[in-house]
């Protein structure tokens, strides 16, 4: 597969590391959220057959998380975001 | 009507005119008492024992395509029940326990075949994890040896020995572990189903479900409302797609496997064998191909095809464990989709909707799991308790931090 | 043997002549002939055997879609099985032998299946062999295993190398026939990268084949002509030899290039293949078509071919493959056989045309509405058995036979994204379907154009839209006759058996019987018959298969549908699909600073991962590890010992909120540690396992080093990353790896500052650096260094660490100058035993399934604090109180065996998994307290210490009777790490 | 200064130097190498414009004196300099950017080696999916060579620089030369 990088163009997805949705980014905080917000935020996946936005690294490259909108079905990606981006879009702080 | 090798012989001299399909193609009636939805080696298990062991009928089971046109018929046909954790152990061992009496229990020869399968070990760290593994097995009543790097050799002399980046030092062996014709089992439970009176609906896709008060009452399909008391769904592949009909969210990621065969070959290997060192194992058909496999590729997929990375990489744990298949040839590749879940570890359990049963999250371990899953999930949906051997597989041990976690991965579905 | 069937003309060099055997015996050939053309030309018809009934077979190709002219090609480490003679370039010395028969080609004793072909009918076996239970396995299976398979695979290392590489183009070009090359001329002539590949050794495609004319020379000529003069282009690649073999996902394409095969040996240094992954954005399919024959009764027979193939034996080969031969067509292409061969002077008898009406051929017996229903001839067809259209039958002796029953596009790479090709019914064949691989074009025969002008047309046209141009070459003047055919898939006569897959013995029988089952989906089909599954994957066969199937359900063969294409496109060699990591090249090595001086000490080796660490020093007279590895402990505990723990990862850490993030990455706080000290960290995973641990020091204010453990490294920095990135973004965090920058050495024992005095240039007395002390140093005089006062010994320890150039030197250095000390250089044994004597956690404790309750670090994890796994850690299945503890395991009598993987149970408790208590995680050999001890999981362990069990390992019968007690095993108080 | 002896990458005293066929591989050990990260909100710029510390975009090399740079990461570049004069280089970056940017030393992490030959393009192809023949000069990027990390920088069609894991020197080296004889 080839990830359009924002940065860098068309990558060789092998030089990427997969880590799954993207929901990844948005992890409860610790001091406020209990065992059934993490659980839901850490296990449960809507797995879809279609649009998925999905988290890889781009470790044999310039080390940026990308979240990558992708089509499971025919694997075709509409869109490359860099996940830094889309964190703080998301209202992620400290 | 009954198979034998007399049958064979009589149908042989009379033109084979007496064989009868080997299972009917009825329509859909308006309701069953129990319905499982997916035709695959699960999915037709189930309604197999629903009907023999435990007595049920009015039984349907709901295939989207053609009957084991699943992972069943996608797989690289290998069983045994070398697993390490409480949770698992019991259960695969009750499978590879129903394997050994497969053939005769069902009148259909699934080419069962117990050569054994090895591990193979190439540091000490390994060694110590697959002693431990081999105790546990041993404890829950599975049988295992530990072999020394000489044995092995002996096993097989022409293994990368003495040029190996990784080198061989033992391995840990099951010789009730094997390989079965993995069509066979689809259809020799479908046969068995069918002569039992369930109704096997191909072409049938569920496209919902009808809920009412928490209760299940039917499923909508391509061919109609098909009202049931009782609904087990068997799917893997699609697992997320069909139980969001019912709503509910998954822990679970579809990924793709690819898996291989080669040429057909003479006899090179015997047994089942595993690369420690790589992303490889490998057995050798009854017709002579090396089936053979890996990782998944690693990335959420419903495609049922693969990407080359895999493919060399494959090839490259191939190469370093068996440098003489330089010159064998890949003939066929091919690409099933894994229902992966959060521990590597599957569920077989009720759903908090009355009537609603799930099997799945097999990753790439369901095929050797095929008997006991089908008999534990008719056990689970006619008696509404777990079998003894499955009660680990629920859905909410994520939520307990009841995790069956073999590989000690976490909650990356693709790293198990 | 002479050259019987040669004739005159061809595309082979008779100027030059080749020897090569098959089966033992002598023939020649010229460059230009493949080993099938060349058997031919001498005369041989009969090259192979059937896979179940081993019926005699011959070559019914001329290309890669062959079923039955397999041969094991060459010998020793190169033996070659399964090789297809139609493909297999012809060398000088070149030897063949038959496979899968025995004991000769001729006389196959095998062949009785033949006889008894009654009881093999389609999956016979799933109904019989299954009592006794115990026969299938100590008897059937083996027997049907040895009589299985096709050629056989040597035991030797395959000698030769293979390579792969990538190649990058705006245009690849799969296919080099008359589509192919104008489409490649369309590009190239604009200046565009193209790539144009072919299987073939020469490219042309069926033009070479053919004695049609292009642009009004002989198509062949032509073809000669645009190859020359693409080769001349800098912008256009030809790969010759070349197979692409799939079609993978955003313009990925695997091609394997074949570039010694058709040498005796590859040149020194060079590969025997090469796996290319091009890159493109837009490419064309112009792979041509296959012909499929017609099935009638005994249609397997050496001699019977293709008609296409018999012709392109006679016009590119210049071999007759029989003196009196016959054609059987459903369509005006098997005509195109006839003249072709008889304008050759080759005698044509016949030429059974199944069509009624139509005209007549001018010059040759023309049976129209004639079918052939039946041959004879063992070895090789004799004669044929004809059924005219007024009933009469007749027989006619023949030695070859062309059989068309029209042609199917190679529509397989536009298939491999399961996109299902459509039916035409204009030339009663698959073509593509709308939907494929984006950005892939199909032009040529591959796209159901059939005619010579088409094809050039299609060619040109697909380059110019998939490169968006407006205007290309003109294009030559071509024959544009039009596809007349009228289906037939099978002879319906008698009761003997007409073959549909010629290689796995697939009749027409078998597809009624299917039928008869119910197995009537194509997939069903396929996996009860095994139809399409042999090694052409039923290139030629299928389609028939299917339409069979389509007239026993009365579904249209549409309807009926295809089974899907895969990958690859024909079987790729394992070993250029692995390339160079092979052997110990597998993987690269990872070498530490220490390595050389480890290796001229004699050092033995352990990988680790990609490294190769020292896993002890063995000293003259030391015959057994253990004696070496005691003595490492031994001297270190004693005085003063050396360990490179350079594989140990290293991140540098720095930003304003450098503090604040390792308090949310690690599960215990970093953010109180003053500058100059360092601590040890516990890292959890989210799920609230551990994940790894390390000890981390303040260099600076904003500077901190983090320590991972060596498996982890390159994970924790993703997870650093990830939790900088994706969770934190605001954070101000630098990170980068600086493991490989600096040679780290552990310097442990009583003498540890002692000797670390003859080399630090500053002060390293206990009050200036106190235990957990971290700061820069400079060593030597003046060379920049890093000193840690950790201990994972549990003795007075350090860790020195020094730019890597100069990590040699040090260890060179310090053994020197400390010398008075008998300093020791200890491995990864010794390091393993003293840190289960202190009870550190490691690999066998760090598992990827524990908590830090499990490892007795409960009280790590901070509750004041936000960090990575905190929340999910206190789930009630990880905080049972009976749940596994860490514990220290000692053999009762201090002779008794202890090993890791052992499982713990009580005394008397019957070996079940009811009793089972948990397992050792790692041993050792103390020789400080001169028995073996071990770490263990024990469920309850904490309130078990004292407590006597047994350690059992029953796959060795090792039983042992153990005591349970703190995991920390020497020094408790920890007195001398602090001295 | 340090009484100390280095050794190479490929445990030598000296850097190697191979030819295979038309190609030359040197290994360089007079380079000094260090990371430069932006602090948060700091613009690195100025200071580098001062200190004549080049700093170009994604995936580019920009050379000069002493200092040359490539960009590996967003707000992360590595500096070169001569080892000669700059074995402290970290130090004397800290100076010229003080606490506007993160600064760590890298030269001991990689083995670096200067390829040459008329054409480096038939070789590339082999080793890694980088489009040497389609890339411009000062093309600088992070690639996969027999599964080791190495950033590699394009000088011309015939020179170029690559930057591999230290520890496997020697592996990739050897995989260098393999790849040279197999295409060369």
């Known amino acids: 597969m080839i990830i359009h990088h924002p940065i860098l163009g068309p990558r060789d997805a092998q030089e990427f590391v997969y880590l799954g949705d993207a929901s990844l980014i948005d992890r409860p905080d610790g001091m406020t959220a209990g065992i059934e917000e993490f659980h839901e935020y850490l296990y449960q996946r809507t797995n879809p057959a279609g649009e998925h936005r999905e988290l890889w690294y781009h470790e044999q490259g310039d080390r940026s998380w990308l979240v990558v909108t992708r089509n499971t079905v025919t694997h075709e990606i509409t869109k490359v975001e860099l996940a830094r981006d889309v964190a703080r879009s998301r209202g992620r702080s400290k | 009507m009954r198979y034998s090798g007399f049958r064979v012989i009589a149908e042989a001299l009379t033109g084979h005119k007496g064989w009868k399909p080997v299972w009917r193609d009825p329509a859909p009636q308006a309701e069953y008492d129990y319905i499982i939805v997916g035709g695959g080696g699960h999915g037709l298990a189930t309604a197999y024992y629903l009907a023999k062991e435990f007595g049920q009928s009015r039984i349907a089971v709901l295939e989207k395509g053609y009957l084991g046109g699943g992972n069943v018929g996608r797989n690289t046909t290998i069983i045994r029940s070398n697993y390490l954790l409480d949770g698992n152990e019991p259960f695969y061992e009750f499978s590879l326990k129903l394997w050994e009496g497969l053939e005769q229990d069902f009148n259909y020869n699934a080419m069962v075949s117990q050569r054994g399968i090895i591990n193979l070990i190439h540091t000490d760290a390994q060694r110590d994890a697959f002693t431990r593994r081999g105790n546990a097995m041993r404890l829950h009543g599975a049988d295992a040896e530990l072999l020394s790097r000489e044995q092995v050799r002996k096993m097989y002399p022409w293994l990368n020995f003495d040029n190996a980046r990784f080198p061989i030092k033992g391995a840990l062996m099951q010789r009730r572990g094997g390989t079965v014709r993995h069509d066979a089992v689809a259809w020799g439970y479908a046969r068995g189903a069918d002569m039992r009176g369930v109704d096997l609906i191909q072409n049938c896709e569920v496209t919902g479900m009808r809920i009412e008060n928490g209760r299940i009452k039917g499923v909508e399909t391509t061919r109609g409302y098909i009202g049931a008391k009782k609904v087990g769904v068997a799917v893997a592949g699609s697992s997320s797609k069909v139980m969001a009909h019912a709503g509910m969210r998954l822990p679970i990621e579809s990924h793709v496997l690819q898996a291989f065969v080669s040429e057909g070959l003479k006899p090179l290997i015997d047994g089942v064998m595993t690369f420690g060192a790589g992303h490889f194992y490998v057995s050798q058909s009854d017709k002579g191909g090396l089936v053979f496999g890996g990782d998944i590729d690693g990335y959420n997929s419903y495609a049922q095809r693969g990407n080359l990375p895999v493919i060399e990489d494959v090839a490259e744990g191939g190469m370093a464990l068996m440098p003489a298949i330089g010159r064998v040839r890949l003939l066929r590749t091919w690409g099933g989709i894994m229902d992966m879940s959060m521990d590597g570890s599957p569920f077989i359990d009720k759903t908090h909707i009355e009537g609603l049963y799930f099997n799945g999250g097999w990753c790439y371990g369901g095929f050797k799991a095929t008997p006991a899953s089908g008999w534990c999930f008719a056990h689970l949906m006619a008696k509404d308790e777990p079998h003894k051997t499955a009660t680990a597989y629920r859905l909410d041990r994520f939520l307990k931090g009841r995790m069956i976690d073999e590989k000690g991965q976490g909650a990356q579905p693709n790293l198990h | 043997m002479s050259q019987s069937h040669r004739i005159p003309g061809g595309q082979i060099d008779r100027t030059k002549t080749f020897r090569f055997t098959f089966d033992g015996l002598p023939y020649t050939g010229h460059p230009g002939d493949t080993l099938a053309s060349a058997l031919l030309a001498n005369g041989v018809r009969l090259m192979g055997r059937s896979f179940k009934y081993h019926r005699p077979r011959g070559p019914i190709s001329a290309g890669s879609e062959e079923p039955n002219a397999l041969v094991e090609l060459r010998s020793g480490g190169r033996q070659e099985p399964n090789t297809r003679a139609t493909v297999a370039e012809l060398f000088d010395g070149l030897t063949a032998n038959s496979q899968n028969r025995w004991p000769s080609l001729r006389f196959d004793a095998m062949a009785i299946n033949d006889r008894l072909n009654a009881f093999f009918a389609a999956g016979f076996y799933y109904k019989t062999f299954m009592w006794p239970k115990s026969f299938w396995e100590k008897l059937y299976e083996p027997i049907i295993r040895r009589a299985a398979g096709l050629g056989s695979v040597t035991r030797e290392e395959d000698p030769d190398a293979y390579d792969k590489g990538f190649l990058h183009c705006e245009l690849l070009v799969i296919g080099a026939g008359p589509a192919g090359l104008m489409a490649a001329l369309t590009a190239g002539r604009v200046g565009r990268r193209v790539i144009l590949a072919d299987e073939d050794f020469r490219m042309g495609g069926r033009l070479n084949a053919e004695t049609v004319a292009v642009g009004g020379v002989p198509g062949a000529d032509w073809a000669a002509a645009v190859v020359t003069e693409l080769s001349a282009m800098p912008n256009v690649r030809l790969l010759s030899r070349t197979t692409v073999i799939g079609a993978f996902d955003h313009g990925i394409y695997g091609a394997v290039e074949r570039v010694s095969d058709h040498l005796p040996v590859p040149p020194a240094g060079k590969p025997r293949q090469i796996l290319w992954r091009i890159y493109t954005r837009r490419a064309i399919l112009s792979g041509g078509a296959t012909e499929r024959p017609i099935a009638f009764e005994n249609n397997d027979r050496p001699g019977i071919m293709l008609a296409g193939a018999l012709r392109a034996y006679a016009n590119r080969w210049a071999v007759k493959v029989g003196e009196r031969v016959a054609v059987f067509t459903n369509n005006d292409d098997g005509l195109r056989t006839a003249t072709d061969l008889q304008a050759r002077g080759v005698d044509v008898v016949a030429v059974i045309d199944s069509r009624e009406g139509g005209e007549m051929l001018s010059g040759v017996r023309h049976l129209r509405g004639a079918q052939v229903i039946d041959t004879a001839g063992r070895l090789g067809l004799k004669a044929i058995t004809v059924r005219q259209a007024n009933g009469a039958t007749e027989t006619i002796a023949v030695d070859a036979l062309g059989v068309s029953g029209g042609w199917n596009p190679n529509v397989n790479i536009h298939s491999h994204h399961r996109s299902r090709p459509v039916w035409d019914a204009g030339i009663a064949a698959f073509i593509p379907g709308p939907e494929g691989p984006p950005g892939l074009l199909v032009a040529g025969a591959a796209a159901g154009l059939l005619s010579t002008h088409a094809a050039l047309r299609s060619g040109r046209d697909a380059a110019l839209a998939a490169l968006e141009l407006t205007s290309g070459p003109d294009l030559p003047e071509a024959e544009d006759a039009p596809v007349r055919i009228t289906p037939l898939w099978h002879v319906s006569h008698g009761k003997g058996r007409a073959?549909?897959?010629?290689?796995?013995?697939?009749?027409?029988?078998?597809?009624?019987?299917?039928?008869?089952?119910?197995?009537?989906?194509?997939?069903?089909?396929?996996?009860?018959?095994?139809?399409?599954?042999?090694?052409?994957?039923?290139?030629?066969?299928?389609?028939?298969?299917?339409?069979?199937?389509?007239?026993?359900?009365?579904?249209?063969?549409?309807?009926?549908?295809?089974?899907?294409?895969?990958?690859?496109?024909?079987?790729?060699?394992?070993?250029?699909?692995?390339?160079?990591?092979?052997?110990?090249?597998?993987?690269?090595?990872?070498?530490?600073?220490?390595?050389?001086?480890?290796?001229?000490?004699?050092?033995?080796?352990?990988?680790?991962?990609?490294?190769?660490?020292?896993?002890?020093?063995?000293?003259?007279?030391?015959?057994?590890?253990?004696?070496?590895?005691?003595?490492?402990?031994?001297?270190?505990?004693?005085?003063?010992?050396?360990?490179?723990?350079?594989?140990?990862?290293?991140?540098?850490?720095?930003?304003?909120?450098?503090?604040?993030?390792?308090?949310?990455?690690?599960?215990?706080?970093?953010?109180?540690?003053?500058?100059?000290?360092?601590?040890?960290?516990?890292?959890?995973?989210?799920?609230?396992?551990?994940?790894?641990?390390?000890?981390?020091?303040?260099?600076?204010?904003?500077?901190?080093?983090?320590?991972?453990?060596?498996?982890?490294?390159?994970?924790?920095?993703?997870?650093?990353?990830?939790?900088?990135?994706?969770?934190?973004?605001?954070?101000?965090?630098?990170?980068?790896?600086?493991?490989?920058?600096?040679?780290?050495?552990?310097?442990?024992?009583?003498?540890?500052?002692k000797l670390l005095e003859k080399v630090v240039d500053q002060d390293i007395s206990d009050a200036a650096f106190p235990y957990m002390g971290a700061g820069n140093i400079t060593v030597c005089g003046g060379l920049r260094a890093r000193l840690f006062r950790i201990s994972f010994s549990g003795e007075l320890a350090y860790e020195?660490?020094?730019?890597?150039?100069?990590?040699?030197?040090?260890?060179?250095?310090?053994?020197?100058?400390?010398?008075?000390?008998?300093?020791?250089?200890?491995?990864?044994?010794?390091?393993?035993?003293?840190?289960?004597?202190?009870?550190?956690?490691?690999?066998?404790?760090?598992?990827?399934?524990?908590?830090?309750?499990?490892?007795?670090?409960?009280?790590?994890?901070?509750?004041?604090?936000?960090?990575?796994?905190?929340?999910?850690?206190?789930?009630?299945?990880?905080?049972?109180?009976?749940?596994?503890?860490?514990?220290?395991?000692?053999?009762?009598?201090?002779?008794?065996?202890?090993?890791?993987?052992?499982?713990?149970?009580?005394?008397?408790?019957?070996?079940?998994?009811?009793?089972?208590?948990?397992?050792?995680?790692?041993?050792?050999?103390?020789?400080?307290?001169?028995?073996?001890?071990?770490?263990?999981?024990?469920?309850?362990?904490?309130?078990?210490?004292?407590?006597?069990?047994?350690?059992?390992?029953?796959?060795?019968?090792?039983?042992?009777?153990?005591?349970?007690?703190?995991?920390?095993?020497?020094?408790?108080?920890?007195?001398?790490?602090?001295? | 200064m340090a009484s100390l002896q280095a050794m190479t990458a490929l445990g030598a005293r000296e850097a190697a130097m191979v030819t295979v066929g038309s190609v030359t591989i040197a290994e360089r050990v007079d380079v000094a190498l260090a990371s430069v990260a932006a602090r948060r909100g700091h613009d690195l710029q100025p200071a580098a414009n001062a200190a004549g510390v080049p700093l170009p975009g994604p995936a580019r090399y920009q050379s000069g004196t002493p200092y040359s740079g490539f960009w590996v990461a967003p707000d992360m570049w590595f500096v070169e300099a001569p080892f000669a004069t700059h074995e402290l280089i970290a130090d004397h970056l800290k100076a010229a950017f003080g606490a506007a940017a993160s600064i760590t030393e890298q030269t001991d992490a990689w083995v670096v080696f200067d390829l040459a030959a008329p054409d480096l393009a038939p070789l590339m192809e082999r080793l890694c999916n980088v489009d040497f023949a389609g890339v411009s000069d000062g093309h600088a990027t992070r690639t996969v060579i027999e599964h080791l990390g190495c950033y590699l920088v394009r000088q011309s069609r015939g020179n170029l620089r690559l930057y591999g894991p230290r520890s496997s020197a020697q592996s990739l080296l050897h995989a260098l030369e393999a790849a040279a004889l197999s295409a060369c």
């Open chain 3, 499 to 753: 073959w549909i897959d010629q290689q796995n013995d697939v009749t027409v029988k078998d597809v009624k019987l299917a039928k008869q089952e119910n197995f009537t989906s194509v997939e069903h089909l396929k996996r009860y018959t095994t139809l399409g599954m042999a090694t052409d994957q039923g290139k030629t066969g299928n389609v028939i298969g299917l339409a069979i199937m389509a007239e026993l359900t009365g579904r249209s063969i549409p309807e009926t549908g295809t089974t899907i294409y895969r990958p690859p496109y024909t079987p790729v060699a394992m070993g250029a699909l692995a390339g160079r990591s092979r052997g110990k090249e597998f993987k690269p090595y990872r070498l530490t600073p220490s390595h050389h001086w480890a290796r001229e000490q004699g050092a033995v080796f352990v990988e680790v991962g990609n490294w190769l660490r020292t896993q002890w020093v063995p000293k003259p007279g030391e015959t057994e590890w253990r004696q070496s590895v005691d003595r490492e402990v031994l001297a270190t505990r004693r005085s003063v010992g050396i360990c490179d723990v350079t594989t140990l990862g290293k991140i540098d850490i720095q930003g304003t909120d450098a503090g604040a993030f390792l308090d949310r990455v690690y599960a215990n706080t970093f953010s109180t540690l003053p500058v100059g000290k360092c601590r040890y960290g516990l890292m959890l995973r989210e799920d609230g396992i551990v994940f790894d641990d390390g000890t981390t020091a303040r260099m600076g204010e904003h500077e901190y080093v983090m320590t991972t453990t060596t498996a982890n490294a390159v994970t924790v920095f993703r997870h650093l990353e990830f939790c900088r990135q994706c969770l934190w973004p605001e954070m101000d965090v630098q990170l980068i790896s600086t493991t490989e920058a600096w040679a780290q050495f552990s310097v442990a024992g009583p003498n540890a500052r």
């Open chain 3, 800 to 979: 020195i660490a020094v730019p890597t150039r100069y990590g040699d030197a040090l260890l060179r250095e310090m053994l020197a100058r400390g010398a008075e000390f008998d300093p020791v250089v200890y491995g990864t044994e010794a390091l393993g035993v003293m840190r289960v004597e202190k009870g550190h956690v490691a690999g066998g404790e760090l598992n990827g399934q524990s908590t830090a309750l499990n490892m007795g670090l409960g009280k790590m994890v901070s509750r004041k604090k936000d960090s990575i796994g905190m929340v999910l850690s206190q789930r009630e299945g990880l905080t049972d109180p009976d749940g596994y503890r860490l514990v220290g395991v000692k053999p009762v009598d201090p002779n008794g065996k202890l090993t890791a993987g052992s499982h713990f149970l009580e005394k008397g408790a019957a070996a079940v998994a009811a009793n089972d208590g948990g397992w050792l995680t790692s041993k050792v050999y103390s020789p400080h307290l001169g028995h073996d001890i071990a770490l263990g999981y024990l469920k309850a362990g904490d309130r078990k210490i004292g407590q006597r069990m047994r350690a059992v390992n029953l796959l060795t019968g090792q039983d042992t009777e153990v005591e349970i007690v703190s995991p920390h095993f020497f020094d408790p108080e920890g007195e001398r790490l602090r001295g």
